[in-house]
Nanobody, 128 residues
C-alpha cells in the first residue's frame, strides 16, 4: 500500500528526494514517518509529519537541518528531501504510516511499533 522510491548513489554533499506513494486515500488520515536501516544496524526513525502536514514534524538529531519531510495529501504522497548528504546517511529508507494522525514520539524517538503499514525500502548510498 506504500511505495517508496527515489533512492540512488551519490557523492557526499549531494541532494536526493525520496517519495512515498500510497494506494489509498486513507493515507491522509495518518502521520507518515521515514525510517532507515544501515547494514548491521537497527532501524531508526528519521522524520515524521502529522496528518495535516502543516502541524507537527519531527526529525532525528542526525538529520535536523539537512532533511525536510513534507506531504501532499491530494496526491497521497509524502516526500523526504535530503540535502548535504553524508556517507553515514547510507541506508535503506522506508516510509510508514503511524496508527494515528500525530507522530508517535517518545524521548525524541519515533516509536517504530506504532507504525503499522510499511512500504518496501529504497536504497540510498552516499559515497565518494
Amino acid at each position: 500500500q506504500l511505495q517508496a522510491s527515489g533512492g540512488g548513489l551519490l557523492q557526499p554533499g549531494g541532494s536526493l528526494r525520496l517519495s512515498c506513494a500510497a494506494s489509498r486515500a486513507t493515507f491522509r488520515d495518518y502521520a507518515i514517518g521515514w525510517f532507515r536501516q544501515a547494514p548491521g544496524k537497527e532501524r531508526e526513525g528519521v522524520a515524521c509529519i502529522s496528518r495535516n502536514g502543516g502541524g507537527t514534524v519531527h526529525y532525528a538529531d542526525s538529520v535536523q537541518g539537512r532533511f525536510t519531510i513534507s506531504r501532499d495529501n491530494a496526491k497521497n504522497t509524502a516526500y523526504l528531501q535530503m540535502d548535504r548528504l553524508k556517507p553515514e546517511d547510507t541506508a535503506v529508507y522506508y516510509c510508514a504510516t503511524d496508527n494515528g494522525p500525530l507522530c508517535t514520539v517518545i524521548q525524541d524517538n519515533l516509536q517504530i511499533p506504532d507504525f503499522g503499514i510499511w512500504g518496501q525500502g529504497t536504497q540510498v548510498t552516499v559515497s565518494s
